[in-house]
């Protein structure tokens, strides 16, 4: 006669289950948005190459636009690594925004005869992307600050809950400065200097130039991240 052996499912596994499962749930989402924020960029690009606008003027805002791709990608890791709480409806809606602001970002460069309409509401788009990058930054250093670690992992998470508040406050500071430009812009320069929105693909070098240090920041501080967990 064979012995039935009946499996049960503890408190702890199930926590565990519902953790991993929210997580991966929360990775396939973001991995959806981006790809849709991408196709976008795509479309957009073919229209602009069609255009007979000179690439000077698009090209470095469409640029820009693929480098925050980037750092929206970047700026999950390695922080989603030592998030162990339950994620809440803010941990889906922050990445949504966020990523609504990339689709806007490429949006905004379609063109319409030989001129980018929209252009000038670019900033505004980069400025939102920034601040909801810094709210989600706090969110889940926040996150971290509650959650409980082993000894060895202490100093490891407390660097990196210092490390997010810097870089939050850097992605708040910058995302105001892009307001102000949009600002700036819309209501002192479109309508009294028009012949200054010439110049605007230096607004978008520089916004280039931000996002490709933000991902090499992020790729430093990855590659450091890794050592400091092997080594303990």
């Not at 971290?144 to 850097?170: C, D, F, K, N």
């Not at 280039?208 to 303990?232: C, M, N, P, T």
């Amino acid at each position: 006669m064979t012995e039935s052996h009946t499996h049960q499912l503890s408190t702890r596994a199930l926590g565990q289950r519902m953790r991993d499962q929210a997580r991966e749930t929360h990775l396939i989402l973001q991995s959806i948005l981006v790809s849709v924020a991408v196709a976008n960029a795509a479309y957009v690009l073919a229209l602009l190459l069609a255009s007979r606008i000179s690439p000077a003027l698009w090209l470095p805002f469409l640029m820009a636009s693929l480098g925050f791709v980037f750092v929206t990608l970047a700026g999950t890791l390695p922080g989603n690594l030592l998030l162990v709480s339950m994620p809440d409806w803010s941990s889906a809606a922050l990445p949504l925004f966020q990523t609504m602001a990339l689709f806007l970002m490429f949006s905004l460069l379609m063109p319409a005869g030989r001129t980018l309409p929209l252009l000038i509401d670019w900033y505004l788009a980069v400025g939102a992307h920034s601040l909801i990058g810094a709210l989600s930054m706090r969110h889940g250093a926040s996150k971290m600050t509650v959650s409980s670690y082993e000894a060895a992992l202490i100093p490891l998470v407390q660097g990196h809950v210092s490390t997010v508040h810097r870089w939050s406050i850097a992605a708040a500071s910058v995302g105001t400065l892009w307001v102000a430009c949009w600002v700036v812009v819309r209501f002192w320069v479109a309508p009294y200097h028009p012949e200054l929105l010439r110049w605007q693909g230096l607004l978008g070098l520089v916004a280039l130039a931000g996002s490709i240090g933000i991902i090499v920041r992020h790729e430093r501080y990855r590659r450091v991240f890794v050592q400091k967990a092997l080594a303990d």
